[in-house]
C-alpha cells in the first residue's frame, strides 16, 4: 500500500519560515519524482517545487525562497519555506510519480498571518 504523508504545516507569521516533510512509503522511493503542490481557496493546485535525482524545479511563487530537498535513505522529500507571505497560504500536497504510477499525500495546511 502506497502512502505519502505530509507534515510540518501549520500557522506562521509574514517573513517567517517552515519546513514541509512527506514520508513515503510502499514504492521505491529514489526513482520517483518527487514534488510539492499547493492549493489556496477558490483557485487551481499548482507546482511549488519537483525534485528527482539531483535536479530540481520551481513554480515561479517559489523561487528564491523555497527549497526542495530529498533523503532517499529516509523516503522523504522536503519543502523549506522561507519569507513566507500571506498569499502563500494554502494545503500543501506532496506528489510521488514515475510513468504511469501518481500518488498523493492528504495535504498539510499551511497559514501566513499575522
Known amino acids: 500500500q502506497v502512502q505519502l504523508v505530509e507534515s510540518g504545516g501549520g500557522l506562521v507569521q509574514p517573513g517567517g519560515s517552515l519546513r514541509l516533510s512527506c514520508v513515503a512509503s510502499g514504492i521505491r522511493f529514489s526513482m520517483y519524482t518527487m514534488s510539492w503542490h499547493r492549493q489556496a481557496p477558490g483557485k487551481q493546485r499548482e507546482l511549488v517545487a519537483a525534485?528527482?535525482?539531483?535536479?530540481?524545479n520551481y513554480g515561479d511563487s517559489a523561487k528564491g525562497r523555497f527549497t526542495i530537498s530529498r533523503d532517499n535513505g529516509k523516503n522523504t522529500v522536503y519543502l523549506q519555506m522561507n519569507s513566507l507571505k500571506p498569499e502563500d497560504t494554502a494545503v500543501y500536497y506532496c506528489n510521488g510519480r514515475y510513468g504511469v504510477h501518481d500518488y498523493w499525500g492528504q495535504g498539510t495546511q499551511v497559514t501566513v498571518s499575522s
Open positions: 525534485i528527482i535525482s539531483g535536479l530540481t
